[in-house]
């Protein structure tokens, strides 16, 4: 399904999401089991690889990137985690296997998600120390800390968080379903796809259209995900269907219903190709990156 | 009992310490009340108070180092609020007030606990941004918020936590309490006093004392922790007491005994103030807090 550029940006984060990880001392290595378990444990990478593409959309190496784009991906797998827990969604599974406080019981999932999102801004400050002697790179990789911090924090991912628990089993309004979906999964697509423009000295052209176009794709791959937990397989989405109806969630199919809901999967997805279409070949890998998202549900 | 120094830079961090919370949506607001609601709950503040000392100590603008110091405390109070949960240490009272998740869920306290770890790097790095018509300035900010970034995670503050967990109930060696101590209470305060000199451009044997005094006092502040859980005032101390032997938690007390644990008390009390004892009354302040800090238990 996903094109070769993809598959290769995706390989170079899979080969290096380890590298970037602190020195544990052995007497906890217990934390490093547990972190290791959930970020090796597949995933799409799909933040990881936005960051490299538009890092590389500007005409930058993106092995420079890496540090930034491994600090994206440990951050999604902290969310998982904490998500997964009993007192959150309490999933028992995660990609088709047990999650993580279901392997190393909840203690130690709860410190195993602290651990990454620590870890996500250790390696990303590690690898500042490294441009001291050049400002210039330095700003920029601050910016794209900047960037990162936001979109996960209490303007980003976390506010969604707790916008999309508190919406449970209310009636909600469309502009608030927006409001939850922007955050709990826009808001990091967008700062991935900032953090490797700024990372690259990218123009501000490039900046902004990136920008939009990652709005777009991130409420795209949203909605993509409630419909498949509406009628998705689950030995291929590797989670157990149903359960935003279970838990009552505030979704895309519950608030426009299936087939509306579909019509703006391909409204975004149309919007995010025809931000980048004037870059013609250049943008060729998010303009694919759109359509293969969408196809997951056709 | 603390001097006034200590007040005047507690007052300080007290008056400052919503300021740089990030501007959170009005529909994620439970998110900033049940930030708001830990981070006011009174403590001492000795981390960003130690922060803001050794910057002064330095003979720096403390002002500047107010969101550094801030970052500190969103990360004690984030460790708190996920160590309160009932999946770690389970308690109703922290500072004779019910607990985060008593009040607002134990959903809501986990994602506090994530919004506020992540503010503290989102804090420090929109500092940085202030700073870049001034390289100086703005490496000795990177280098501030790594050491933050080393203390509080995987390095620090969070193996520090999983150690303490997993020694529950086992045989524990000396070192192996040291480590746990060391990481888990004292690293964020090293971080502390190192990010305070590093803002304030320190020389290197200043780093370095303030170092070795910070080491010595964030391991006397543990033992002073350790027994006043089993000899302290619940009014005074403000949680229950007894929980430490309940949990079987490797601690001061079970490993040396009580009276041995008050020697290395004063062993360590006497070696932070034999560090910082040649730079006379320059050090009056950190001399001051570490005789302060054992008389907690005297």
Request: with cysteine; net charge negative; glycine share 6%.
């Amino acid at each position: 399904m996903l094109n070769e550029d993809y598959l290769r940006l995706k390989a170079l984060v899979d080969d290096h999401l380890l590298d970037f990880l602190p020195d544990i001392d052995q007497k906890s290595i217990t934390l490093y089991d547990s972190m290791r378990y959930s970020l090796v444990n597949g995933g799409k990478r799909i933040r990881p690889v936005l960051l490299l593409a538009a890092c590389e959309f500007c005409d930058f190496d993106i092995r420079l990137a890496l540090p930034y784009a491994c600090a994206v991906e440990y951050i999604h797998t902290y969310s998982l985690i904490h998500d997964d827990l009993p007192a959150m969604d309490d999933d028992d599974l995660r990609r088709g296997e047990p999650t993580n406080h279901k392997v190393f019981g909840e203690d130690i999932a709860i410190l195993a998600g602290d651990g990454l999102l620590s870890s996500a801004f250790e390696v990303m400050m590690k690898d500042m120390l490294l441009y001291f002697d050049n400002p210039d790179m330095l700003k920029r990789r601050v910016r794209a800390a900047y960037e990162i911090s936001k979109g996960s924090g209490c303007r980003g991912m976390v506010s969604g968080q707790i916008a999309d628990i508190e919406a449970c089993g209310k009636d909600c309004s469309k502009e608030f379903l927006d409001y939850i979906h922007l955050n709990k999964t826009a808001a990091l697509m967008i700062s991935a796809v900032r953090a490797g423009a700024y990372i690259a000295g990218a123009d501000n052209d490039r900046l902004i259209d990136l920008t939009n176009y990652a709005e777009c794709i991130g409420l795209a791959f949203q909605i993509v995900d409630d419909l498949l937990d509406v009628e998705g397989d689950e030995s291929v989405t590797g989670k157990r269907s149903g359960k935003d109806k279970e838990l009552e969630k505030c979704t895309f199919p519950s608030i426009y219903g299936y087939t509306e809901s579909l019509n703006r999967l391909d409204e975004l997805t149309n919007r995010a190709i025809e931000i980048l279409s004037p870059y013609y070949e250049e943008a060729d890998f998010f303009i694919s990156l759109a359509k293969d998202l969408a196809k997951r549900v056709k």
